[in-house]
């Protein structure tokens, strides 16, 4: 079984992390033609081509100008504790042991616009880009062309260590488009529900931290059975065995 999430916009280099043997992200080389890509665009095409404000454009700029192909530790940190967003809120890394924190190394991936594919400990350093950025490089004309069926491959790779070979989709759409036509092992999408005026609807902000919670709950449960995930039961979340079907698990609460 393997969790994906996705990466958040805000990041966190600045916080004491512990000492753990960390890693090279698989597709380190991948990453290095993109920011060589990203570099001559400088501020002013950084802003328009992510549609940030002046100070975040400058940021970025100033991020891929310090970009060093090989990563070392005084300028990176591991992804699972440089991201820091709603979904990492609710995953909470630092309350993991560390023997949860290598569980989730093995049982864990976050997809990514720069690095395609990150384990927990995969050192990444500073920088912005989005899975939908219409990145025109020379694989073509966005980051869905460039990564094509690379992502997809090194999970289903993955994947066959595993005994459970399904996927516990915890990303975003735009995310998880990168790599849904390409996947040959199953996969489930929980969805995350309030009830709000009278009916259930998925509320983005509830939904990014439910996703967090819950993979927090396979990993320090070490849960490898899909229907140990209907379990579940964080905040108030509760599942419904009524809509739920055998790809889309649906988690519903009443505050």
């Not at 996705?6 to 992200?25: G, M, Q, R, V």
């Not at 891929?64 to 967003?85: T, V």
């Not at 009830?195 to 396979?218: C, D, N, P």
Request: glycine share 6%; hydrophobic share 35%; charged share 25%.
């Amino acid at each position: 079984m393997i969790i994906l999430l996705s990466p958040a916009k805000t990041l966190d280099f600045e916080n004491p992390i512990p000492e753990l043997n960390f890693t090279t992200p698989v597709f380190q080389k991948d990453a290095n033609k993109l920011v060589k890509t990203i570099i001559p665009l400088g501020k002013s095409g950084i802003k328009e081509l992510m549609k940030l404000s002046d100070k975040l454009s400058q940021l970025n700029n100033q991020r891929y100008k310090d970009y060093k192909d090989k990563p070392k530790k005084n300028n990176s940190r591991p992804a699972i504790f440089a991201f820091n967003g709603d979904v990492y809120d609710g995953l909470d890394i630092r309350s993991f042991a560390k023997e949860q924190i290598h569980f989730a190394q093995e049982n864990m991936r976050i997809l990514s616009g720069l690095y395609g594919l990150l384990k927990p400990l995969d050192l990444i350093q500073p920088h912005r880009l989005e899975m939908g950025t219409k990145l025109s490089n020379s694989r073509g004309n966005n980051l869905y062309d460039w990564w094509g069926k690379k992502i997809a491959n090194q999970l289903n790779e993955d994947l066959q260590n595993h005994s459970s070979q399904t996927i516990i989709n915890l990303a975003s759409q735009e995310y998880f488009k990168a790599v849904e036509r390409n996947l040959i092992d199953d996969y489930i999408s929980p969805v995350f529900q309030e009830y709000v005026s009278g009916e259930y609807k998925t509320v983005g902000i509830y939904a990014k931290k439910a996703r967090g919670l819950m993979a927090a709950f396979i990993i320090k449960n070490k849960i490898q059975k899909i229907n140990d995930l209907k379990n579940f039961n964080c905040e108030g979340y509760k599942f419904d065995f009524l809509d739920s079907s055998e790809k889309k698990l649906f988690f519903r609460r009443k505050k």
